[in-house]
C-alpha cells in the first residue's frame, strides 16, 4: 500500500501531460487516475495473494526470523491488501512470507516478548531486500517493546486460527 503514493505521482504526471497534449479536460484526467488507481489496487492484491512462496516463507519451514518495523501513524484509515481499512490499535501486520489473514505468533527475539497478529496487508518488495519480515500496528509493536529502537529482530510462528481468542 505504500508505494501507491509514488504510482499515484507518476501517473498523475502522465495523465497531466497526456491532458495538455491532447486538450482535453483536467477533470477527465483525474477521472482517468483514479480509474487506473483502481485498476492497480485489483492488480496488486491478485499478486498479493497468487505470492510464490519462497523457501524462507513460514508455510514451509513454520519459522522464520527477520526484522520487524511499525505503521506510521498517518497510515491509519488507509486500505489494506484484504480491503480493510487499516487501525493502528489493532493487532495486525503487513507480510510477504505468509497468506493473508494468517495468524502469526511474533516474538521479539531482544526481550522474549511475543504477540498474536493476523496479516492483513502486503509489505513493499524493498523491505524484503532489508531483511524485513513484518510491519507490525503501533499496538502490536508497543507490546513487544521496540517502539523507541523502531526495528527488532523477531520471529514469526503461524499460529492456528482455532487457537486464537
Known sequence: MKHYSIVILLCFSGIIA???ADSIKISHAIDTLIQRMDT????DQQLSDSINFSSKSVENSKKIKGIASFYSKNLDGTKT???EVFKNNKFTGASNHVKLNTWVRVTNLSNG???IVRINDRMHPRMAKKGRVV???RAAAAELDFMKKGLTKVQLEIVPAKTVD
Open 18 to 20: 497526456t491532458a495538455q
Open 113 to 115: 516478548n511475543s504477540v
Open 81 to 83: 491488501a484484504t480491503g
Open 135 to 137: 510491519d507490525l500496528s
Open 40 to 43: 492497480l489496487h485489483l492488480v
